[in-house]
């Protein structure tokens, strides 16, 4: 016999078979013909998987290692994306936080220099201005000294002015008792 004619006459008994399965389920009831019809297409799966493997004995294994491929692309693709995800997340976060941290660092360092620079030179120009009019002002001792020499310059005044007055009064006086 001829393998191609006995799996087309297979075939056909197979069909037939799913047809009476059909059949009985609707004349009998849903019990039987839903157990038949089960077992039909269980057998019929397992010729269709014999005949496969005898017209093509590499089936198999293409197909499991087809399944092997596509599961193990998966994992690998998920596995390499979550990792590199997270190491290029990771170092651009530390990259970025340094580089930040540095243009920061020197950006606040030049602006305080500056601004402190800026605001000592004024603090230093206040002091010297203040410095020259304390030095303007005369010191304490000199002060003394010229409150004692215009003390001294009032009381010889006020002196002679008191004796000439008293010399006066006394003119006067010694010209009134001669008078009287």
């Known amino acids: 016999m001829n393998p191609s004619r006995v799996d087309f ?5 197979y069909g037939i078979l799913i047809f009476v399965a059909i059949a009985l389920f609707m004349i009998v009831g849903s019990s039987v013909g839903v157990a038949f019809a089960i077992g039909v297409l269980l057998s019929y799966l397992l010729h269709v998987v014999w005949k496969m493997a005898r017209f093509d004995p590499e089936w198999m294994t293409r197909e499991v290692a087809e399944t092997v491929a596509q599961t193990v692309d998966e994992t690998v693709g998920k596995t ?87 010399e006066e009064i006394e003119t006067k006086l010694g010209v009134e008792e001669t008078d009287s």
Do not use: F, M
């Not at 006459?9 to 008994?13: E, G, Q, S």
């Open 9 to 13: 006459v297979v075939d056909l008994a």
């Open 80 to 166: 390499v994306d979550k990792e590199v995800s997270e190491t290029v997340e990771k170092t651009v976060a530390e990259t970025v936080d340094k580089e930040v941290s540095e243009t920061v660092e020197k950006t606040v360092d030049q602006t305080v220099e500056k601004t402190v620079s800026k605001e000592v030179s004024e603090v230093i120009a206040k002091l010297e201005a203040i410095n020259d009019r304390v030095d303007r002002r005369p010191r304490v001792d000199e002060v003394e000294q010229t409150i004692e020499a215009q003390t001294e310059e009032v009381e010889g005044k006020l002196e002679e002015k008191i004796e000439a007055q008293t």
